[in-house]
């Protein structure tokens, strides 16, 4: 069992940075792929980014392509999203999430372990 832990969310204005951290508790985090989604008020939890075992290969959503950053330090047993030109739709629950395989996917069903959720609020 993978426990994950999210932190890093709070309250920034637009255009304004944050950076998502999860730390997760498999000492085999290498084995895993990772990814970020998030749930926006009204609507169902959506991926965001994704990240392979090594680091090599990552994909992202078209909503956040170019602005939001997936990295992992293995050693650490943690993945982060890093979050630049932040916009109000941007506000939601992010969630981290873990997938035991070597290969990327966008859909939530895929993935095995969840993180308990992070707020990020981007004001106008």
């Known amino acids: 069992q993978v426990q994950l832990v999210e932190s890093g969310g709070g309250l920034v204005q637009a255009g304004g940075s944050l950076r998502l951290s999860c730390a997760a508790s498999e000492r085999t985090f290498s084995n895993y792929v990772m990814g970020w989604f998030r749930q926006r008020p009204g609507n169902k939890r959506e991926f965001v980014a994704a990240i392979n075992w090594s680091g090599a290969n990552t994909y992202y959503a078209d909503s956040v392509k170019g602005r939001f950053t997936i990295s992992r330090d293995n050693a650490k047993n943690t993945v982060y999203l890093q979050m630049n030109s932040l916009k109000p739709e941007d506000t939601a629950v992010y969630y981290c999430?873990?997938?035991?395989?070597?290969?990327?996917?966008?859909?939530?069903?895929?993935?095995?372990?969840w993180g308990q959720g992070t707020q990020v609020t981007v004001s106008s």
């Open positions: 999430a873990a997938r035991e395989s070597y290969v990327l996917n966008t859909r939530d069903a895929e993935y095995h372990y």
